[in-house]
Structure formats: structure tokens, C-alpha cells
């Protein structure tokens, strides 16, 4: 009985989509529940069959650093890994040569695929600090993405309006502003659906805006004979601010590079407003922890971010050293909340002592250097020995300067560009 | 001196721009100036160097029955030929395997490319009724077409904006009715472009409705750092009715194949106000034979298309059949023009005498079998014998049944399409 499915391999279909569908938004109900429905199909074919589902979810290699938003998709995708089905991180090698104009409005500079390579080693070996390595199947899209002709993007293309693609949402915003879509533009979801054939996928994971290019490899995958993929889009993380989607070029980002310090002032610091999405889309917490920090936001919503910073630091920097930054919070803040302290620009270098004098931190820069001297300035959690330090502007990283217990400095760099979330 | 140029080979650059000029519309006069100031520069550079300039003109396989429109760019080779140039005859075998969305208003279907490789062997025959064979050079486009990559086509579709195609008239209209604009007609431009690079040419030939794709072709060569091409477009050939843009589906061609009788019928037949264009663009006349047909167009116009009939007669069939459709055009109308008679149209095939009978050019259907038995009745030009013959529809061709003298019954399919001439 070589080919008995062993039934305990994959947990009741009802469990998993429980967790699977957790946070999904397709853009209208409708889509989500055909999803649901689709899915649920597949994950009973798979227990019967014993054969896990084969996801995908591609990411574009043209940032390096890796951020709390990329990581949403790639949980969703570990997920599926502690479920038991088979995950393929696939590399943009050569949709990273376009630049995906999805999450912009304006064209992207077009890169080479030894540039696009080069950022995928660093994206992917940040990025299993999510997902299981040895679980986890890498693949490049270039290896079928170069080899097709003229004549293959032709028959690609013509299952494609020019109509369908202006009525995107980026697309149309740009048309009406006058601004220029470069041709090669549309080409990004013909790539993607060419991703979906190449990797005979089951499910494809993305964010809300991908859903387009998702769709688009179901029309391909429908025209080529193959049963088409289940799509799965997750609402877009918004940054620190708030309000526009978290990216290094709007400067709000949480870094998952970023010191236990620092991770846990930003998400300390985030408007209440988002904290649910966050405990939604960033944390590992089952139903009945979502449901009582949602609860308890009512009254405390201070006590829900201190919860929220602490898993998230715990999620990139362990367990350890989120208490660690829970009890140094706890010794610096005194219990005033750094949201409260003035912010300022800090665009070019500027030491700690101009810094502390310039916003009346300090009564006196005399004050300045003997607080420096006890040791009681801080930035970004770290005591100061010098008074001349500088401190340089770092985009997309909010910096904190304390004096004492209860001074706080927030140093931001300021945006070079405004996008918002969609 | 092996490289001493022959100063005798190519007639002056003002004779020569004289002929090639003519006709040439490229949308506005700005764009006509610069280009006749380009070909003057590339003729004189071509006299000092003894080297022919290289023109060439792409045509579309997907049809393979030549018409009077067809031949309006041919003549124009013709023209560079007989000025000692080099002409590139460039059948679309790749680009056909698309169908350009120039002419149309709306989507062709694609073809395989030995579907069009099969039509085109037809169509470069007839061709060579007015090109010289033997100074030809037969080129086809999917030589150099199915070898990009997509990698290729992402770098000539980023030097294009969407909205530069979707100023296009035809795009235009077509969005606009909210009709599907497919993704892949946008390429027909990107292949038109990469032909000008791969012939490396000095001059590319076509209608006015093409000249967003010859000036693609101009961008692509610059971009490739090549001196951009010298583009001459020609106005488009309006059809029998004078109205539309000829073309098979709009049933309004005169074909290249017509026998001389139908051929000089449909000729006469024209409106009078075409008569100029089809002088200025169907004939091998000189300036002053065109100028004296114009002036006496004023109160001669019969007289004027009696000799536009002979012209394009004799251009396809030769001078002794032009002179007999002359004859026989005077013997049969007997001074009457056909252009009176009333039309009918044939969808379905019909015999001569139900067509006689029943549009009363007889008073019964036993005088209609009586005038043919006395060899009175002309299908065409050629006399009927057998009263039952039976006239099939022939779509884009205008028949002519006559009963004796005067009277004449003009037979039309009805159009499939109706679109206007650009």
C-alpha cells in the first residue's frame, strides 16, 4: 500500500483555514469568500492526497533592507510551513530588472539582473529570520522569465486589455495626473502570471496591491490548462506615522535590523489608530490573545502597544532581549511615553550637545556636557560618553535622544517623497 | 581609384525630391519640411559617395488579394528604383502574425506565421506588377522578430509611453466607444521600429496611418545610436464609394486583378470629388499632365476619368487593354454613365434572368431569355449565354450586368464593416 495517504499528516481542513485565512482581503467580500471556498477545497484534495499545497509569494529584490511590511506576506508563508505544505520564495531576479509599479506612482529606474541578484542574497538571508530555512524552496524567476521569445509575451499579452490595466488603481492615478506609464510598465503582471506557470502553484500570497498581478496568473494559469492558483492578499502596513505604507522612501519604517531599543520605542510611539492592524498582521498571537488585546485596548491601549513592541521585538530578536527592552523602557520612560516629546528634523549630522542645547533640553550646553559626563544622555537607548557625537540622519529610522529620566528628543529625517497607503 | 564615386549615377537631389515629394503628407507640414530636408541631405550624400539610399516599406500578409490602396506605397519603391535606390520589399511574416490595429477599428485575429508566410507568397507576386523584381530585396520580419527576448522587448517597450499610444486615433476612438484594446496590439509599433533597426534604413515608405510606427522606428534607431530613418507617408486611398478608406471588408476595392472592363467601370464610376487624389496618387503622370488634368477637371470631368481609367487600367493590364476598355466603355454606355444606375445588392447567388426580371430591365422574363440569346446581356463586359448563369456575391467588388444599350443594373455585396478613411 505504497500510496495510503498517511491521514495525520495535515491537521482538520477547518483548523487551518482558521489561520490561513486570517487577515485575508481580496478587494471585495465576494472574492475573499470564493477564495475561502477554493482553498478549502484544495487543503481537503491535499489531506486526502497526502500531497501539501505548493504557495508562492515573489519578492522584489530592489530594496535591501528588510522591513516590518515585507515580513507580512513571509509569516503568512511560514504559516503554511508549520502547516506542512511546500513554500517557494521566489526572488524577482528579473521582474526586479522592471521594478514593480504597483506600491508606486511613478516609474521605478530599472536595474540589472547582477544588481538584482547582488540584493537577493542580503533580502533572503534576512528573510529567514521568518521563515524555515530547510523548508523553504529559493527560486529565481529569470531562469524561465528570460528564455521567453517575442512571440510567447505576444500570446501573453493578448489575453490582456490596455482597458483592464488602466483601471488599476496606481495606473489610473498616474494617467490622471498626467504623468508618464512606460509600456514596459504593463509588463509586470505578465511576469507574475508567467511565475505561476513556471512554478505550478496551488496558492499565491501578496499584498492588496498585488492582487492584480495575482489575478492575472489565474487568467494565465485558466488559458494554459491549469487549475488556477487560489489568491490570497493581506491588507498593506501602514508605517510609524500611521498613514502611508510603510517604506524606506517615506521614512517610517520598522527595521528588522533595528536594535531591540529602537524597535520597541517605534512601536511604542505608533498611533493607536493602527494598533489593531498591527496586532492583526504583525504578531504571532492565536484568536483568543488577538480578541483580549482588542479588549483591552479599550481602556489601555498603552499597556496593548508595550504587548505588541514586545512580540515584535521577540519575533526578530527573541525572547530575551524583548524583556530586556520591555525593563530598560520601563527604567527610562518613568512612565512619560516618548509620543509626547518634540520631534525634530535632523537632516544633516549634528552632535548631541547642539541637539540637547538647540531644543532647550539642556538649560545651558555647560548643563549639556556634565549630564553627558554623569552618563545620564542617552540615544537610541545607548548612554553617550561624548557631547560632540554625531548624530547622522538616518531615512526611514525615527532616533531617540534622552536627557535624564524624563527629557525626550524624537529625531526624524524628513521624507523625500509622500505616497499613501492604499 | 577603385572608390571614386560615378557623379552620373543619381539625377540631381531637386529632380529627384520632385518626384519622391510628392504626395507626401506626414500629419503636419512642420514634420513634411524636416522630412524633405532629410532626404534632400541623405540624396546628396548618397550622390557623393555613389552608395543608393536603402528604403524599404513593411507589408501586412493577412491579406492576399491586392488592391488599388495596396499599391499606393508600392508605387512609391517603384519610384525610388527607378532613381537607382535600393528597395527593401518587407513582408510582415512576423508582424502579420498579430495583424496591425492601424487600419482597424477594431481587434484582428492572429494568424500562424505559416498562414501568413502562405498569403505573402501571393501577395509579393502581385506586387512585382509594379515593383522591378530584379532590383528588389525580399525580406520577411520574423527573421529578427521571434529571436528578442523578452528581455529586448522590455528595453524597446520602455522607451514608449502609454499615453503616446493612446493619443493614436484609432486607440483613441476605440477607448473612448469603451471597445477592449488588447495589450499585445500596442507591439505592432515595437516590431515596426526594430525592422527599421535590423534593415539599418535610410528611408521607410507607408500611409499616413502608420506614421506613429515609422516614427517609432525613428526613436528605436536613435536610441540604438543610428542615424533615425527619413520617414515619407502617403494619404490613404479612399475606395469606390469615395467615402471610406478602401479596403476588401468595406466591399469598395478596385482590385489589381479586376479584368480591364470592371476595372475602367469602377474607375469611371468614382465620385467626382476623389478624382484628384486618385490622379495625385494612382498614376505615373508628371507634374504638367497633372496640372493640365486638374485645370480641365473643371469642366471636363467625365473627360478627366475617362483618362484616370485608362492610366490604372494600363498600369496593371497594359496599354493595348486600356485602349480596348476605352472602346468598348464608348460602345457599350453609348454616352451614358453607368453611375445612374440603380444598384442592387446580391448576398446570395441569383441567375442573370431572376436579376434582369426582378429590377424590370426587362418587362418579362421571356424578353430577358430573348436578349440573351441575341447576345444582348454583358456580365461585366463579357456577353451571357445562358440565361441562368448564376452572379455570386463578390465581396469588395462592384459588377455591372447590362440589357442592351442603356440599360444597367450595378451589383454590390453588402459591407460587413463600415469604417472611415483616415
Same mark, same amino acid.
Given at each position: 500500500?505504497?500510496?495510503?495517504?498517511?491521514?495525520?499528516?495535515?491537521?482538520?481542513?477547518?483548523?487551518?483555514?482558521?489561520?490561513?485565512?486570517?487577515?485575508?482581503?481580496?478587494?471585495?467580500?465576494?472574492?475573499?469568500?470564493?477564495?475561502?471556498?477554493?482553498?478549502?477545497?484544495?487543503?481537503?484534495?491535499?489531506?486526502?492526497?497526502?500531497?501539501?499545497?505548493?504557495?508562492?509569494?515573489?519578492?522584489?529584490?530592489?530594496?535591501?533592507?528588510?522591513?516590518?511590511?515585507?515580513?507580512?506576506?513571509?509569516?503568512?508563508?511560514?504559516?503554511?510551513?508549520?502547516?506542512?505544505?511546500?513554500?517557494?520564495?521566489?526572488?524577482?531576479?528579473?521582474?526586479?530588472?522592471?521594478?514593480?509599479?504597483?506600491?508606486?506612482?511613478?516609474?521605478?529606474?530599472?536595474?540589472?539582473?547582477?544588481?538584482?541578484?547582488?540584493?537577493?542574497?542580503?533580502?533572503?538571508?534576512?528573510?529567514?529570520?521568518?521563515?524555515?530555512?530547510?523548508?523553504?524552496?529559493?527560486?529565481?524567476?529569470?531562469?524561465?522569465?528570460?528564455?521567453?521569445?517575442?512571440?510567447?509575451?505576444?500570446?501573453?499579452?493578448?489575453?490582456?486589455?490596455?482597458?483592464?490595466?488602466?483601471?488599476?488603481?496606481?495606473?489610473?492615478?498616474?494617467?490622471? %495626473?498626467?504623468? !508618464?506609464?512606460?509600456?514596459?510598465?504593463? *509588463?509586470?503582471?505578465?511576469?507574475? +502570471?508567467?511565475? @505561476? &506557470? =513556471?512554478?505550478?502553484?496551488?496558492?499565491?500570497?501578496?499584498?492588496?496591491?498585488?492582487?492584480?498581478?495575482?489575478?492575472?496568473?489565474?487568467?494565465?494559469?485558466?488559458?494554459?490548462?491549469?487549475?488556477?492558483?487560489?489568491?490570497?492578499?493581506?491588507?498593506?502596513?501602514?508605517?510609524?506615522?500611521?498613514?502611508?505604507?510603510?517604506?524606506?522612501?517615506?521614512?517610517?519604517?520598522?527595521?528588522?535590523?533595528?536594535?531591540?531599543?529602537?524597535?520597541?520605542?517605534?512601536?511604542?510611539?505608533?498611533?493607536?489608530?493602527?494598533?489593531?492592524?498591527?496586532?492583526?498582521?504583525?504578531?504571532?498571537?492565536?484568536?483568543?490573545?488577538?480578541?483580549?488585546?482588542?479588549?483591552?485596548?479599550?481602556?489601555?491601549?498603552?499597556?496593548?502597544? %508595550?504587548?505588541? !513592541?514586545?512580540?515584535?521585538?521577540?519575533? *526578530?530578536?527573541?525572547?530575551?532581549? +524583548?524583556?530586556? @527592552? &520591555? =525593563?530598560?523602557?520601563?527604567?527610562?520612560?518613568?512612565?512619560?511615553?516618548?509620543?509626547?516629546?518634540?520631534?525634530?528634523?535632523?537632516?544633516?549630522?549634528?552632535?548631541?550637545?547642539?541637539?540637547?542645547?538647540?531644543?532647550?533640553?539642556?538649560?545651558?550646553?555647560?548643563?549639556?556636557?556634565?549630564?553627558?559626563?554623569?552618563?545620564?544622555?542617552?540615544?537610541?537607548?545607548?548612554?553617550?560618553?561624548?557631547?560632540?557625537?554625531?548624530?547622522?540622519?538616518?531615512?526611514?529610522?525615527?532616533?531617540?535622544?534622552?536627557?535624564?529620566?524624563?527629557?525626550?528628543?524624537?529625531?526624524?529625517?524628513?521624507?523625500?517623497?509622500?505616497?499613501?497607503?492604499?
Amino acid at each position: 500500500m505504497q500510496n495510503e495517504p498517511d491521514l495525520n499528516k495535515f491537521r482538520p481542513v477547518d483548523e487551518q483555514l482558521a489561520i490561513l485565512m486570517r487577515g485575508v482581503d481580496c478587494g471585495d467580500p465576494r472574492t475573499r469568500d470564493n477564495m475561502e471556498k477554493e482553498l478549502g477545497d484544495r487543503l481537503a484534495g491535499s489531506r486526502d492526497s497526502g500531497k501539501p499545497l505548493r504557495v508562492y509569494c515573489g519578492f522584489d529584490p530592489s530594496r535591501s533592507d528588510l522591513h516590518l511590511g515585507h515580513t507580512i506576506p513571509m509569516r503568512k508563508l511560514r504559516q503554511f510551513q508549520e502547516l506542512g505544505h511546500q513554500v517557494v520564495f521566489l526572488i524577482g531576479s528579473f521582474t526586479g530588472t522592471i521594478g514593480d509599479p504597483s506600491d508606486k506612482d511613478s516609474a521605478r529606474a530599472q536595474q540589472t539582473l547582477a544588481e538584482a541578484l547582488d540584493k537577493a542574497e542580503t533580502f533572503a538571508a534576512q528573510a529567514f529570520r521568518i521563515l524555515d530555512r530547510d523548508a523553504t524552496i529559493i527560486d529565481y524567476n529569470h531562469r524561465w522569465l528570460e528564455k521567453l521569445t517575442f512571440g510567447d509575451v505576444i500570446d501573453i499579452a493578448s489575453l490582456f486589455t490596455v482597458q483592464q490595466f488602466l483601471a488599476r488603481h496606481n495606473f489610473r492615478q498616474r494617467q490622471e %495626473r498626467g504623468d !508618464a506609464i512606460w509600456l514596459h510598465e504593463f *509588463f509586470y503582471a505578465l511576469m507574475q +502570471a508567467q511565475d @505561476a &506557470v =513556471a512554478l505550478e502553484t496551488d496558492v499565491q500570497i501578496g499584498g492588496t496591491d498585488q492582487l492584480f498581478n495575482l489575478m492575472a496568473g489565474r487568467k494565465l494559469m485558466e488559458a494554459r490548462g491549469m487549475k488556477p492558483q487560489t489568491v490570497l492578499t493581506y491588507p498593506i502596513l501602514p508605517g510609524t506615522d500611521g498613514v502611508l505604507r510603510m517604506s524606506k522612501s517615506s521614512g517610517n519604517t520598522i527595521n528588522i535590523d533595528d536594535d531591540p531599543g529602537l524597535m520597541f520605542t517605534k512601536v511604542l510611539n505608533l498611533p493607536d489608530e493602527v494598533v489593531p492592524l498591527y496586532c492583526d498582521l504583525a504578531t504571532r498571537w492565536d484568536k483568543a490573545t488577538l480578541d483580549a488585546a482588542q479588549h483591552r485596548g479599550q481602556d489601555d491601549i498603552a499597556g496593548v502597544k %508595550r504587548d505588541l !513592541a514586545k512580540e515584535i521585538v521577540s519575533t *526578530f530578536h527573541g525572547n530575551d532581549l +524583548a524583556e530586556q @527592552a &520591555v =525593563a530598560d523602557a520601563a527604567r527610562m520612560h518613568g512612565g512619560n511615553a516618548p509620543s509626547s516629546a518634540p520631534v525634530v528634523d535632523v537632516s544633516e549630522p549634528m552632535s548631541v550637545l547642539d541637539l540637547l542645547a538647540d531644543a532647550s533640553l539642556v538649560k545651558s550646553r555647560g548643563e549639556g556636557r556634565r549630564l553627558v559626563a554623569q552618563g545620564g544622555v542617552r540615544l537610541n537607548g545607548a548612554t553617550v560618553s561624548n557631547p560632540m557625537l554625531k548624530v547622522h540622519p538616518q531615512p526611514g529610522q525615527e532616533q531617540v535622544l534622552q536627557a535624564g529620566k524624563t527629557r525626550f528628543l524624537r529625531l526624524t529625517h524628513p521624507m523625500p517623497k509622500v505616497q499613501r497607503a492604499s
